[in-house]
């Protein structure tokens, strides 16, 4: 199975602060990565697709990067309803596997 | 516009078989395929299975053999049950539609609100 490693595993910032939040693949997945956004007691939102995609009515302050196997988000000016828990999913290759998450907190 | 929602018996004993049902709008099951995600309570994602727009399934090796997931496309309804339940399988479950926007590559990009299980006696 493809793991998926997060990093870091808890990231505190204060609004306005733009951060990298880091995904590691411990091999080589091509762009079959997306991104989620899980808020608390909600299911997760679809971010980015594709290691670099964006989804119609996501703020453009998300974007992704990244290929092989090291993939990066990053959020221009974290705002507010930001805070909330990130995972990265492979879907390269079955079974699909998810990061263990990377949760954003106001310092 | 796509919706799913779960929905089941939030209370399972340990040892008894958990019946899920995924019911989706706003999409055709035989042009789409529909996948199963748990979380435990406090924990992280973890795929469960798939079934796909032709009716195939793929499942996660993990549960493989105590995992079975069906669907009736007339109801526009996925099915998922899961038999020999134990207190680690209390979790949400989450199903979720998986688009296929070019071959060969899949995104799970609409979720259900998702359905909380409790296995306990």
């Known amino acids: 199975d493809i793991v998926l490693t997060q990093s870091p595993a808890t990231l505190s910032v204060t609004p306005g602060e733009s951060v990298s939040l880091s995904c590691r693949a411990s091999?080589?997945?091509?762009?079959?990565i997306h991104w989620y956004q899980q808020k608390s007691n909600e299911s997760p939102r679809l971010l980015i697709k594709?290691?670099?995609q964006s989804i119609s009515g996501i703020p453009s302050r998300f974007s992704g990067s990244g290929s092989g196997t090291d993939f990066t988000l990053s959020i221009n000016r974290v705002e507010s309803e930001d805070f909330s828990v990130y995972y990265c999913?492979?879907?390269?290759?079955?079974?699909?596997?998810f990061g263990g998450g990377t949760k954003l907190e106001l310092k | 516009q796509v919706q799913l929602k779960e929905s089941g018996p939030g209370l399972v004993q340990p040892s008894q078989t958990l019946s899920l049902t995924c019911t989706v709008s706003?999409?055709?099951?035989?042009?789409?395929?529909v996948s199963w995600i748990r979380q435990p309570p406090g924990k992280g994602l973890e795929w469960m299975g798939v079934?796909?727009?032709?009716?195939?399934?793929d499942y996660n090796s993990a549960i493989k053999s105590r995992l079975s997931i069906s669907r009736d496309t007339s109801k526009s309804q996925v099915f998922l049950k899961m038999n020999s339940l134990q207190t680690e399988d209390t979790a949400m479950y989450f199903c979720?539609?998986?688009?296929?926007?070019?071959?060969?590559?899949?995104?799970?990009?609409?979720w259900g609100q998702g359905a909380s299980v409790t296995v306990s006696s």
């Open positions: 979720a539609r998986v688009k296929r926007p070019y071959y060969g590559h899949w995104v799970m990009d609409a």
């Open positions: 706003g999409l055709s099951l035989t042009s789409n395929s």
């Open positions: 079934i796909w727009s032709n009716g195939g399934t």
């Open positions: 091999q080589g997945i091509s762009t079959s």
């Open positions: 594709f290691a670099s």
């Open positions: 999913q492979q879907s390269y290759s079955l079974p699909w596997t």
